[in-house]
């Protein structure tokens, strides 16, 4: 199977879907944040803080680039991935990009209680969340192949949904 790479904003579950990909096809996983945070030693609130957010901007491409490698793999991007043109041009030579999207209000119960987030922090209300997903909707428009809304919708019928419209593509 060719690689998907889900994208969409914190919270819109792209870790939870790319994990029920896995149980249901037996696709391989690759958590971008997870996997940079455990190559630098640091937490993703603890690289923001101490290198910055470019330096983890950086640390993303470079990411993609080396998954293009992969195959047969779910990559659960970062809720920024899409915003750097160059990161939308080399996601895109791994396969299908997968927008998942979720309203501000099931964002917010998704990620209330974490502090996971820096860009987050101080922002947890609907009003901020939908400001900044409006601020994000062209540049994830612009990098889907397919978009897929989750509201209402279990892992396993969002699954189905992406795994359907990829056989149609
Ligand atoms: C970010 C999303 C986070 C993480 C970082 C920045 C963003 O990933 O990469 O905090 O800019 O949207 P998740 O979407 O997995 O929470």
């Not at 944040?33 to 101490?50: C, H």
């Not at 043109?85 to 209680?113: C, D, F, P, Y």
């Amino acid at each position: 199977m060719k690689n998907i790479a889900l994208i969409g904003f914190m919270g819109a579950g792209k870790s939870t879907i790319a994990e029920a990909l896995h149980q249901k096809y037996g696709m391989q996983v690759v958590e971008m944040d997870a996997l940079i945070a455990k190559r630098e030693g640091m937490s993703i609130p603890e690289i923001f803080a101490q290198k910055g957010e470019p330096y983890f901007r950086d640390l993303e491409t470079a990411l993609l680039v080396e998954l293009q490698e992969q195959e047969n793999t779910v990559i659960s991007c970062g809720g920024g991935v899409p915003m750097r043109e160059r990161n939308v041009e080399e996601m895109r030579k791994n396969g299908t990009v997968v927008w998942l999207q979720a309203s501000a209000e099931t964002i917010l119960n998704r990620v209330k209680h974490s502090h996971e987030r820096p860009l987050l922090e101080g922002k947890k209300n609907v009003e901020a969340i939908a400001g900044m997903l409006e601020g994000r909707r062209e540049k994830y428009e612009a990098a889907a192949d397919l978009v897929i809304r989750t509201d209402g919708k279990d892992a396993e019928q969002i699954c189905e949904e992406i795994i359907s419209q990829i056989g149609q593509e």
